[in-house]
């Protein structure tokens, strides 16, 4: 086992759902006896943004405020860890990455966080807190305007804002097109397909299935505030609206890993999607580089991980993980390696990241909701709209994630 009190150095590239996860589990580290170990977290924005808590966000003004919380929060007071508000540029080599600013980091381990970036309105482009609110203020002032919305892609995002959407305006048109036969991720059962398709009904909105939107070059990044009539290219109907809001999906930008696979002489990414290639631990799949660690949205686990709360859990599996290789000393023992060989010799077998939960909340609106636990589809019932009320609606589960930033009272961020 290695000295528990050398110095350390750990960079997590990333601060939502898993980035956030493992530094806070890693940072805590430094209070149970690894003394020397520091934890730096880089992020291109100056606030965490509370991504799943859009839906309410976008009609509920006072929600919005809280929904950023700032990342100067994020470690204790008086803490050696640090925040560093720029944009990872490039993995340098197997110890270095480089900043937008040309600054350079040396890691001993380093946790690949970067996500993915929604077309839609899940994530805002802005980088403080004060640009992204305005994005924000400025659709829901559209929304206020508008005679008609129309919602393109119906997964849960879709789903979500449409119900807030309808429940907030009730005299508007509200339209949702999704490209499936049904709603919602299709490893769930089609229960709350059905049950979410019967409730928007009762809120107004009208549900188009099969059938694909044409979105036009000059379309706005996560929606539209103007009057545009867009085409389906399966149906070719019109679709009349003065808001168009995109919910399809997210993109990888992983461009930072090019100089590493240069020098490696071997591809870290999927080609088609750019998403980095990973082992069952969630290390980077280079034999060379057991140190690297990508959980959550970037990797090139299937479609069914990319939640919120499985982000969260590969994050703590990518700290327990960096946690064994430094109980064993493997950063000591790494030093000097030059072949794969040599380098498995000196890594411990650490864990696998097991995606073994089964569940999805879908809030319409306050009241209404469908969901899924285990194998159990609660779509149409009110125990549904019970239990998302509860357990998600109120505040989309925002309480949660302001214990991640104790300093938030003391910071300023206003």
């Known amino acids: 086992m290695g000295d528990k009190n050398r110095e350390i150095n750990i960079v997590v590239v990333g601060g939502s759902y898993a980035g956030a996860a493992a530094a806070k589990r890693l940072a805590a580290l430094s209070k149970k006896g690894y003394s020397g170990l520091k934890v730096t977290l880089v992020d291109k924005s100056t606030h965490y943004f509370h991504a799943i808590g859009f839906p309410k ?29 720029q944009k990872l540029s490039r993995v340098v080599d197997e110890h270095h990455i480089e900043l937008d600013n040309g600054q350079t980091l040396y890691y001993d381990y380093l946790v690949l966080a970067t996500g993915g970036q929604a077309p839609g309105p899940i994530n805002v482009v802005g980088r403080t807190k004060e640009e992204g609110v305005q994005e924000i203020r400025q659709l829901r002032q559209g929304l206020d305007n508008a005679d008609s919305v ?22 508007k048109k509200v339209t949702l097109v999704h490209s499936r036969s049904r709603l919602l991720p299709e490893n769930f059962r089609k229960g709350i397909s059905n049950g979410a398709i ?13 059938d694909k939107v044409e979105i036009p070059s000059d379309f706005g990044y996560a929606s539209n505030v103007g009057h545009r009539v ?7 109907n019109e679709y009349e609206s003065d808001v168009q809001i995109l919910a399809v999906g997210f993109k990888v930008y992983t461009e930072y890993l090019e100089p590493l696979e240069t020098s490696l002489g071997q591809p870290l990414r999927i080609e088609r999607t750019g998403a980095i290639r990973v082992l069952p631990t969630l290390q980077l799949d280079a034999p060379m580089l057991p140190h690297i660690f ?3 949205d970037v990797n090139n686990l299937p479609v069914s991980t990319k939640f919120g709360y499985k982000a969260e859990m590969q994050g703590n599996t990518a700290a327990s993980n960096i946690k064994k290789l430094i109980d064993s000393g493997f950063d000591k023992a ?12 000196a890594a411990p077998t650490v864990g696998k990241w097991t995606d073994y939960v089964d569940l999805i909340l879908v ?8 969901a899924q636990i285990l194998k159990i589809a609660l779509g149409g019932s009110g125990i549904a709209n019970f239990l998302v009320r509860q357990m998600k609606s109120k ?6 994630r302001q214990s991640y930033f104790p300093m938030t009272k003391k910071a300023k961020h206003e």
């Open 230 to 236: 867009l085409r389906g290219t399966i149906s070719g």
């Open 363 to 370: 809030p319409m609106g306050p009241d209404l909701g469908v």
């Open 57 to 85: 966000a976008l009609v509920d003004a006072e929600y919005a405020e809280k929904a950023f919380l700032p990342f100067s929060a994020f470690f204790e007071a008086g803490s050696k860890h640090e925040f560093i508000n």
């Open 198 to 210: 019967a409730k928007l009904g009762r809120l107004g909105v009208k549900v188009i299935l099969n």
């Open 150 to 171: 129309l919602i393109v892609g119906g997964g849960a995002v879709g789903v979500e804002v449409a119900g807030f959407v309808a429940n907030k305006y009730p005299t």
């Open 294 to 296: 990508v959980p959550g």
């Open 395 to 400: 505040d989309f589960m925002l309480g949660m």
């Open 334 to 345: 790494f030093k000097g390696k030059d072949s794969a060989k040599a380098v498995a010799a």
